[in-house]
């Protein structure tokens, strides 16, 4: 390998580790919401380690927080994971993994590691930035999510710590990069409304599956070439 | 809720998420190339996470209510607008909540 193919793996790998450090911070409070929503620790790290998806994950505990059914919080974390499938698309060509190995590659297709692969410019770099981000984020995210699911489990009543506002304010930080674009605002705001508008005549969990609709008919009416949005990487 | 049904949620909705996942790097690009499934995709963490934020900060049951949480998630949506941490985020929109029902 050359030096300057050396140094631009090293930085790949420092950059990698950073997104991976921050990332799994934030698991922690995964950790502590999901046992205040009513699972065990046993679940939460369940939840961590077979769908490792944060949005979908956090879904799936706001809805059973917020009283609804299983069924609906499986519904929605399936929804919000339907990105992933768009990411694994735009990956393929790049990583080039087949058998095995991509069977292993699947489970870290996530926002991160989508992130830190979806512009390098060579099989061999996108490589490097896929399996640093998507291992490290993985690693240090389920060591978080245990922690915090402990540490949830030893505080009590969970409202007492505002832990409920927390559910909130993590998925407005998770929709927050979306919301440069102008349809999207559209979007967010039809769909809020909807979800609020239907509150008090469905089951709890049911607004937030109604509020999908909107994305389905913004999708099928929109007529804009629209080139799929990839995430940024982290600060 | 039964353990059992929220074990079935966990596992059920974590393996469909895997094959989610794998789903995009084994399935041929022209299966789901197409701008209608992109946009619609595109477009649905929008709508949820828009109305995630919403349900958890106003639903109780059935009812709507301005409590607390809606201090927490005006705290949270400053915090954001000055490029906080998700971490800090969060745990700022907790403690404001916390601390209003302090008092």
């Known amino acids: 390998m050359t030096r300057a193919a050396t140094s631009e793996r090293a930085a790949i790998l420092r950059d990698s580790l950073g997104v991976g450090l921050a990332t799994g911070a934030y698991g922690v409070s995964f950790g502590a919401v999901a046992v205040a929503a009513g699972l065990s620790v046993a679940q939460t790290c369940a939840l961590s380690l077979v769908m490792f998806t944060g949005a979908s994950q956090f879904a799936l505990v706001g809805v059973l927080a917020s009283g609804g059914a299983p069924l609906s919080g499986a519904l929605t974390a399936l929804l919000l994971g339907t990105r992933n499938t768009l990411y694994g698309l735009r990956l393929a060509p790049l990583l080039r993994w087949r058998g095995w190995r991509r069977v292993a590659a699947a489970q870290v297709v996530i926002d991160e590691s989508t992130a830190m692969s979806v512009s390098r410019t060579s099989t061999e770099t996108a490589r490097v930035g896929f399996l640093a981000t998507g291992s490290s984020v993985f690693v240090l995210w389920n060591l978080a999510t245990l922690l915090g699911a402990l540490a949830g489990n030893a505080l009590g009543d969970p409202r007492t710590y505002g832990l409920d506002a927390a559910v909130g304010a993590a998925f407005l930080a998770l929709l927050w990069p979306r919301l440069a674009d102008r349809r999207n605002q559209v979007v967010a705001v039809a769909a809020a409304a909807v979800a609020l508008g239907v509150v008090p005549v469905v089951p709890a969990g049911v607004p937030v599956l109604a509020a999908a609709g909107v994305a389905l008919l913004a999708g099928v009416l929109s007529r804009r070439p629209d080139p799929t949005e990839y995430p940024e990487p982290p600060r | ?103």
């Open chain 2, 1 to 103: 809720m039964s353990p059992s049904a929220l074990w079935l949620a966990v596992l059920g909705a974590g393996a469909g998420c895997y094959l989610l996942k794998l789903a995009g790097l084994a399935v041929p690009p022209r299966v789901l190339d197409h701008p209608v499934v992109e946009r619609v995709a595109d477009l649905i963490p929008v709508a949820l996470l828009a109305a995630l934020v919403v349900v958890q900060t106003f639903a109780v049951g059935r009812h709507l209510e301005i409590d607390a949480r809606a201090a927490g998630l005006a705290v949270a949506a400053l915090a954001i607008a000055l490029r906080a941490p998700f971490l800090a985020v969060v745990v700022l929109a907790a403690a404001t909540a916390a601390l209003i029902r302090a008092f």
